[in-house]
């Protein structure tokens, strides 16, 4: 068992960049991921699938060679035995952790070498032998992290035994954003993430979040990041350096056929537009917003679209805590989300397509029905559930999450179907003393 906190606090050099130390008020948390990677593969007492293999569902975004991108990417299969192994191919970040779960039960942690196997199901693993009620076994795998990723090379189950393809939930939600909705400081980053939180808290939703930190809206340079995501959320990769080493200056472009249209959008961008140090104007971040949305309704003509306000952090004002930037550009996109909801619009929509840049009227028609809301962020944070980074904490991502499920089930009627099964992860904290 390897202890990754202790490791990297002691630097003994043994970690590769894929790691971090959680904390929990300041404190170290002690973390012990199983080693699972194989010294020698024996392929004759196994059964192997190809990674193209139409039993293995892939969650969120994969390109062509079968990499992930983005956060909380992931792959979902049924199996008979108790012997699951992946060959992991050699564009995975070397150490990358993954969580991975059988059925329902609680995700186990452990990290990727790349261009090895790695067994993560064998009969001495805690639920292998449980036949129920989840039938037949699932197998899911997630990346925790918003710039690492895996490539899936094959699956093997023992001899005689196989892989069974797992029906997609019915109902499906994409989240659109940056560090915030990708995970950055939570503790287990993607799978800690309010937007992870959001999408596996409904329960019995498919779910896909292309966040990633310092991206802005505007198509422009922030943080490093060389596009924004009125550009880059129509393309399978994201901005990260990992991106550029695979695929150049030509990265392709998500087919959106690939897997079911989203019945919900979920937006969260600007946070990086609103910082001085990009030099967003306000004009140029609402026209990117507004063209993201243009291409959502042009990509999935049925979706329904949630902008969420901006929540920019507190600071310490005399005897009490004030948010930063309170306006976040509240005005601005109120009357954004009412153009779109607007005769103007509805009865003649834009549709905007960030591969070729065209923006295409579409003809005088029915009146759509109105798909753009605003949720309001204001008062769900308080200064504590940001932490240090100025990002939300383990509690704050809850909290996020916990209100936009309510507005959902509210706003759309989708009942909350999570009724069991753990999301997040590490979050069991209370107080044994019985009396005082």
């Given at each position: 068992m390897l202890s990754l906190s202790k490791l990297a606090v002691l630097g003994l050099g043994l970690i590769s960049k894929a790691s971090a130390v959680i904390l929990q008020n300041g404190q170290v948390r002690d973390t012990y991921f199983p080693d699972t990677r194989l010294e020698s593969f024996d392929?004759?007492?196994?059964?192997?699938?190809?990674?193209?293999?139409?039993?293995?569902?892939?969650?969120?975004?994969?390109?062509?060679?079968?990499?992930?991108?983005?956060?909380?990417?992931?792959?979902?299969?049924?199996?008979?035995?108790?012997?699951v192994a992946i060959t992991f191919g050699n564009l995975t970040t070397d150490r990358v952790l993954v969580?991975?779960?059988?059925?329902?039960?609680?995700?186990?942690?452990?990290?990727?070498?790349?261009?090895?196997?790695?067994?993560?199901?064998?009969?001495?693993?805690?639920?292998?032998?449980?036949?129920?009620?989840?039938?037949?076994?699932?197998?899911?795998?997630?990346?925790?992290?918003?710039?690492?990723?895996?490539?899936?090379?094959?699956?093997?189950?023992?001899?005689?035994?196989k892989l069974i393809k797992i029906p997609d939930y019915g109902r499906r939600i994409e989240v659109i954003g940056d560090s915030l909705s990708a995970g950055m400081y939570t503790s287990y980053?993607?799978?800690?993430?309010?937007?992870?939180?959001?999408?596996?808290?409904?329960?019995?939703?498919?779910?896909?979040?292309?966040?990633?930190?310092?991206?802005?809206?505007?198509?422009?340079?922030?943080?490093?990041?060389?596009?924004?995501?009125?550009?880059?959320?129509?393309?399978?990769?994201?901005?990260?350096?990992?991106?550029?080493?695979i695929w150049g200056d030509n990265p392709e472009p998500w087919d959106f056929s690939k897997q079911p249209a989203a019945d919900i959008v979920v937006i969260n961008i600007g946070t990086n537009d609103q910082n001085r140090a990009n030099n967003v104007s306000t004009e140029a971040y609402i026209d990117a917003l507004g063209k993201i949305i243009q291409g959502i309704h042009g990509k999935w003509p049925k979706a329904q679209v949630v902008v969420m306000s901006l929540w920019l952090g507190f600071y310490q004002s005399g005897n009490t805590y004030l948010p930063n930037y309170p306006d976040g550009w509240v005005t601005e996109i109120q009357d954004l989300v009412k153009y779109f909801n607007s005769d103007r619009y509805l009865r003649e929509p834009l549709i905007y397509d960030g591969v070729t840049k065209k923006t295409t009227r579409l003809r005088p028609r029915k009146k759509d029905a109105p798909f753009v809301h605003w949720f309001n962020t204001k008062g769900i944070l308080q200064h504590n559930d940001i932490g240090p980074q100025w990002h939300p904490t383990d509690v704050g991502a809850i909290k996020v999450a916990s209100h936009l499920q309510r507005f959902i089930q509210i706003k759309f009627g989708w009942e909350l179907e999570a009724t069991g099964p753990e999301v997040w992860h590490e979050t069991l904290y209370w107080n044994d003393e019985s009396g005082y």
């Open positions: 392929s004759s007492a196994y059964r192997t699938y190809p990674r193209n293999a139409s039993e293995i569902s892939y969650k969120g975004r994969w390109d062509s060679k079968y990499v992930s991108w983005w956060s909380a990417p992931g792959i979902k299969f049924g199996y008979t035995g108790q012997t969580g991975y779960r059988i059925g329902g039960l609680d995700w186990i942690f452990t990290n990727i070498t790349a261009g090895a196997t790695h067994l993560l199901v064998s009969p001495e693993t805690p639920g292998a032998s449980l036949t129920g009620p989840i039938n037949p076994w699932t197998f899911e795998l997630r990346v925790t992290n918003w710039a690492y990723g895996i490539q899936i090379d094959s699956v093997h189950v023992a001899k005689g035994e980053e993607g799978l800690s993430s309010w937007a992870y939180g959001l999408g596996a808290g409904l329960g019995n939703t498919e779910y896909s979040v292309t966040g990633y930190p310092g991206i802005c809206a505007a198509d422009q340079d922030c943080w490093g990041n060389p596009r924004g995501q009125v550009h880059q959320w129509f393309h399978t990769s994201d901005t990260s350096w990992r991106a550029s080493q």
